[in-house]
């Protein structure tokens, strides 16, 4: 008697099971591929985001003036330039294990080695925050360097530094191979220096209680979880 099944042999059954597999595998493969884009793409959003919090932060050149020359809240301040040669003056390198938000003693850092200053992308680590490559301006006692925030960690893709571009002052009395720096703008941003940004800490380490001084409006702010304890920094512009 003929069979008249119409059930799937055990044959059919394995090619089937074959061919499913590969679909899987390949969709697995595309989900993951996926999944690495939105990482790599959030860590380039994390690097713009931190690039525009120094910039409003350092514009104003109170915070990057403290951290270099104030002793009080960087305990490595302050720090000095060879400025026998123009050669000499160009391999200063001035390594800094943070950048806090305002010029107060006590402030939170911005960013810190080691540690991830964005929310957004916990893998973006800072590697290190350097002031290097000082070129005389052609005004005594007055120089440009590059202020470069290195990354590392487990990244998608390496990503290039930040380098902002400032200007350093030093004390005109100091022997030419130990100048101590008296000042630091910020010479990369957009919006002019003393144009009337100014970069605030909220001064309380518990949560936001921040507002602007009067003549002032809030443009942005930042609230920080990255810390021992959270803290609140903004910018206002004058109105």
Avoid at 11 to 38: D, F, K, N, P, T
Avoid at 80 to 86: F, G, L, M, P, Q
Avoid at 107 to 131: C, D, H, R, W
Avoid at 138 to 152: E, H, P, T, V
Wanted: aromatic share 6%.
């Amino acid at each position: 008697m003929r069979n008249t099944s119409s059930g799937m042999s055990l044959v059919e059954l394995l090619v089937s099971l074959g061919i499913l597999s590969i679909i899987m595998i390949g969709m697995s493969s595309y989900m993951v591929a996926q999944q690495r884009e939105a990482r790599s793409l959030t860590e380039v959003l994390a690097k713009i985001d931190i690039e525009k919090l120094l910039l409003t932060s350092l514009a104003d050149g109170s915070v990057c003036t403290a951290e270099l020359s104030n002793n009080a809240l960087n305990a490595s301040a302050p720090y000095t330039i060879d400025t026998t040669s123009a050669t000499t003056a160009a391999a200063t390198v001035i390594n800094l294990s943070g950048l806090h938000a305002s010029s107060a003693v006590g402030s939170p850092f911005i960013i810190q080695t080691g540690s991830a200053p964005s929310p957004m992308a916990e893998s973006l680590k800072v590697n290190s925050i350097t002031l290097t490559n000082f070129i005389s301006t052609g005004i005594a006692d007055q120089y440009k360097a590059d202020l470069i925030i290195a990354f590392n960690g487990a990244l998608i893709r390496q990503l290039r530094p930040i380098i902002l571009q400032s200007i350093i002052t030093t004390k005109s009395t100091d022997p030419i191979n130990a100048k101590k720096i008296t000042g630091c703008t910020s010479g990369s941003s957009d919006v002019p220096v003393g144009y009337g940004i100014m970069p605030k800490w909220d001064g309380n380490w518990t949560g936001n209680n921040f507002t602007c001084p009067t003549g002032y409006t809030l443009t942005f702010q930042h609230y920080d979880c990255h810390c021992s304890n959270n803290a609140t920094w903004a910018v206002c512009i004058k109105n």
